[in-house]
């Protein structure tokens, strides 16, 4: 079965670069969520999506941003980039109505920022 | 601010026996329960579930136990196999209708 496809797997990146990182949702699904997870952390709820439009915000930094397109993929823009936002950054999706919280996780990006 | 969390950061079970993880939870209004399993390396997977209208729920090999009194959810893998290493978290549907929260993971490793 497909499940959710995350790009790239990993990223270098510099302090004050830029990063996007992409989420393909399993095909159906609509609502999409992004994570990020520090070393020996568990999962911070950074925002979320359904039906293209912002459903929920958690500890999303403003120097990031993130929406979802018409095809349901989203993608997270991180700027102003920092040594703390190295973490492993997990993209989630479920279709919505289902009766069902059951969100899928992707692989994951690995950022480091250097 | 409302949380949920884990009693034991790592837990050492024999191959075979059985294994509890223990999830306190401090939101009273939270009505859903999530137990994932993470591997080394890889997202969360979805083990079980539960809603705050039932007391226990099984799968296979596994059972999720909530006790709303003490606000305390714990999760049973029977049997305990060397693939079940990883690490466990409880999670909560906390308010909005869609975020999840996730609590401290409780590390299980098997010992064959």
């Known amino acids: 079965a497909a499940g959710v496809i995350q790009s790239p797997r990993h990223l270098i990146k510099e302090k004050r670069e830029t990063a996007t990182l992409k989420c393909y949702p399993i095909?159906?699904?609509?609502?999409v969520y992004w994570y990020q997870q520090g070393p020996g952390q568990d999962p911070q709820f950074l925002i979320s999506f359904y039906e293209k439009m912002q459903s929920d915000k958690g500890s999303i930094p403003d120097r990031f941003s993130a929406q979802q397109f018409s095809d349901y993929h989203s993608e997270l823009n991180m700027s102003s980039l920092e040594l703390g936002d190295s973490a492993l950054y997990f993209c989630a999706s479920s279709l919505f109505g289902t009766g069902s919280y059951e969100q899928y996780f992707g692989p994951g990006t690995r950022l480091t920022v250097t | 601010g409302e949380s949920v969390g884990l009693h034991l950061p790592t837990l050492s079970v024999q191959e075979g026996d059985n294994s509890i993880i223990n999830c306190a939870y401090s939101?009273?209004?939270?009505?859903?329960f999530i137990w994932y399993k993470q591997e080394s390396g890889k997202g969360p997977q979805f083990i079980i579930d539960?809603?705050?209208?039932?007391d226990k729920r099984q799968g296979q090999r596994v059972t999720v136990l909530l006790n709303k009194t003490v606000k305390h959810l714990s999760l049973q893998i029977a049997a305990t196999q060397p693939g079940d290493s990883a690490v466990y978290f409880c999670?909560?549907?906390?308010?909005?209708?869609?975020?999840?929260?996730f609590g401290t993971g409780t590390k299980l490793q098997v010992i064959p």
């Open positions: 095909p159906r699904h609509d609502t």
């Open positions: 539960i809603r705050s209208n039932m």
């Open positions: 999670a909560e549907n906390s308010g909005g209708y869609q975020k999840v929260t």
């Open positions: 939101n009273s209004a939270s009505d859903y």
